[in-house]
């Protein structure tokens, strides 16, 4: 069996790398992203500021506390403090207002939005309330930079996977390859496999490349373990690339096959946090991205690269993305055809 | 046994048509078999059925008395009438990659050499004329030492020149003992190439036999051919003939005392032909349409 497994994935390899042209793109597309997200669009809020809220029951109202009428200062509601608490550390929140049992505020000594923030919020209380806590915590800003690449990474790895396997397996469908293997004793089961192996080798080796060429020209952060950056985006590979096999198991047109997967990428792209932060938007948004392997994958990878989490800290994830990818394999190899 | 494959009543249905309707035959081991038909006839459906990769509606396929299984695979080679290899691979790659999804396989430089391959080894298959992109087709098909080989109009959209030397590579694969079932709607090709046809119209077998005896049954010796306006105006028109493509043809036992019929009457000799009929006189005889409609 792999004898044959193997001979289909080395054509499919070489397929890939003597197409210069798409290689050329798997390599440069990521980093036009990196360069172009990192210094020419950096996202600034309408809002002055923007302060994060732990409450009980989830719910922002100006009885909770006089602050939360402060008009042009957007309000989020979390539930973890510790996440919380770190937020104000790299200065994605200007201020942190706990309005749990014992009322307390945290504001960084080392961001200036956040002494602003902090003279508001006494203003708001003046006479009209006991002022909540002061608690300080102090850290320099996190940089969009830093935020930003683990989830252009996946990103890419994203795309590489839908199309990667897809766009082929339909062309190879249309054009005849596929009926003449079938004509051969290699089983659904073994091209499969050929090419979940061909495709998670691009995807990874592209994605090295892209890692190293981003650690010569970008200053980021990389706190957290290797082992455990490189398992979250084997998983997360694993899953995209089994997506992208369903999406190919039966459609014999690849327009019709290009039309699905954007149909599956782009709200994977807005949904998923890698540009902006999923905090702050609507419930059904957040609800919906859970669904996504993506935003599991950057969300892994964002804390192994920016909060240090090792493999025992992101296993719950991992585990996860593990899961979903053996359920969509299984999926796809059930709704494959040859013809 | 002799009998290598057995169609039995097949019938196989697509939406709103029955393309084949209760084929039944059996192709003898060392034969070549050819199913002929026109385009549309239901010849290449058939053939996938023989092959195991479409499912009959009705009926059954047995090969060495038994249903197909997945020991089937190993032992044929198939030719698709129109298949894309793996982009970017080489003759050479082409072939390699397939001898490796099988457990048994030919010597590849006999089979290189057979198959005339040798020049274009490291040509993208991509790159290939029509004529060495078939050879490369059969030897793919051959790469498994097959007992069975499948062709499906083979030559279609060939030269002339690169047909005939196709022609001549499957006299050379017979020779090594090989059964061949073809499809093709060239009747000079079934007439060279095979022992026994069945010919194939609307999804029913309309004659089966030997090409030559299957000709004799049906005509006499042969066929006398003379433009339309070669026959003189006013003329009583002749016996016992058929209008054809601007050709009046008369079918005879012997041609002289037609000759001496068509001096009689004052009829124009210089472009006058006598042939044998063959395969597409029979075709057009029993269907009343052209083989290429």
């Known amino acids: 069996m792999w004898r044959r497994v193997l001979a289909i994935l080395r054509a499919r390899n070489r397929e890939f790398y003597r197409d210069k042209a798409g290689l050329g793109w798997n390599i440069i597309m990521p980093f036009l992203m990196v360069f172009g997200f990192a210094f020419i669009f950096r996202a600034e809020p309408d809002d002055l500021f923007k302060v994060a809220v732990l409450t009980g029951r989830g719910e922002l109202s100006a009885e909770a506390s006089p602050f939360l009428a402060t008009r042009h200062v957007t309000f989020v509601s979390l539930s973890e403090p510790e996440s919380a608490i770190r937020k104000v550390e790299r200065h994605q929140v200007d201020l942190l207002l706990d309005l749990r049992a014992g009322a307390k505020y945290w504001v960084n000594v080392h961001s200036a939005k956040g002494y602003l923030a902090e003279r508001l919020l006494r203003a708001a209380y003046a006479g009209a309330a006991p002022l909540p806590a002061r608690q300080t915590v102090s850290g320099e800003a996190l940089r969009y930079v830093d935020w930003v690449l683990p989830g252009v990474l996946a990103m890419n790895i994203m795309f590489s996977s839908l199309w990667g396997v897809g766009w082929v397996i339909v062309r190879y469908r249309k054009n005849g390859v596929l009926r003449r293997l079938q004509a051969t004793p290699l089983s659904a089961f073994e091209f499969l496999s050929a090419q979940v192996l061909s495709r998670l080798a691009v995807v990874l080796s592209a994605s090295v490349i892209v890692y190293l060429g981003a650690d010569l020209f970008l200053d980021f952060v990389m706190r957290g373990s290797y082992l455990a950056l490189f398992l979250v985006y084997v998983a997360g590979a694993l899953c995209l690339i089994s997506m992208g096999l369903i999406v190919a198991a039966r459609l014999r047109t690849e327009e019709l096959a290009d039309g699905v997967l954007n149909l599956l990428a782009w709200p994977m792209l807005l949904l998923s946090g890698v540009w902006f932060s999923m905090d702050g938007t609507s419930p059904a948004a957040q609800v919906i991205s859970e669904i996504f392997p993506l935003t599991h994958m950057v969300n892994a990878a964002r804390r192994v690269m920016i909060d240090g989490s090792g493999l025992s800290e992101i296993l719950p994830e991992l585990a996860l993305l593990a899961g979903m990818g053996l359920l969509l394999l299984v999926t796809a190899a059930r709704l494959f055809r040859w013809d | ?293």
């Not at chain 2, 494959?5 to 081991?29: H, I, M, T």
């Not at chain 2, 003379?226 to 050709?247: C, E, F, H, I, Q």
């Open chain 2, 1 to 293: 046994m002799t009998h290598l494959v057995e169609a039995r009543e097949l019938v196989k249905d697509f939406p709103g048509v029955r393309a084949v309707d209760g084929l039944s035959f059996e192709v003898r081991r060392g034969q070549c078999f050819g199913l002929l038909g026109p385009n549309g006839a239901g010849k290449t459906t058939t053939l996938e059925m023989l092959e195991g990769i479409s499912r009959p509606t009705a009926g059954e396929v047995l090969y060495q008395g038994r249903p197909l299984d997945r020991a089937f695979r190993e032992e044929i080679g198939i030719q698709f009438q129109s298949t894309a290899l793996q982009d970017f691979q080489t003759v050479c790659e082409s072939l390699r990659m397939f001898a490796s999804l099988y457990r048994r396989t030919t010597d590849l430089d006999e089979l290189i050499a057979l198959c005339n391959l040798s020049e274009i080894l490291d040509r993208d298959t991509r790159k290939l004329s029509g004529g060495q992109r078939q050879r490369l087709l059969l030897a793919i098909a051959l790469v498994n030492d097959p007992l069975l080989l499948f062709l499906d109009e083979p030559t279609t959209g060939l030269d002339p020149q690169s047909r005939r030397n196709f022609w001549g590579l499957i006299e050379a694969v017979r020779r090594r003992g090989k059964t061949v079932v073809l499809t093709t709607h060239y009747m000079e090709e079934a007439q060279r190439l095979c022992d026994e046809v069945v010919i194939v119209d609307r999804g029913r077998i309309i004659a089966r036999g030997r090409p030559q005896e299957l000709v004799q049954a049906h005509f006499p010796a042969v066929v006398v051919r003379l433009p339309a306006d070669a026959w003189p105006s006013g003329a009583p028109p002749p016996p016992a003939s058929d209008l054809r493509d601007g050709y009046i043809e008369l079918f005879t036992e012997e041609v002289p005392p037609v000759l001496e019929h068509l001096k009689r009457v004052g009829a124009n000799l210089n472009e006058l032909k006598v042939e044998t009929p063959n395969l597409e006189d029979l075709f057009l005889k029993l269907t009343g349409h052209g083989l290429r409609s």
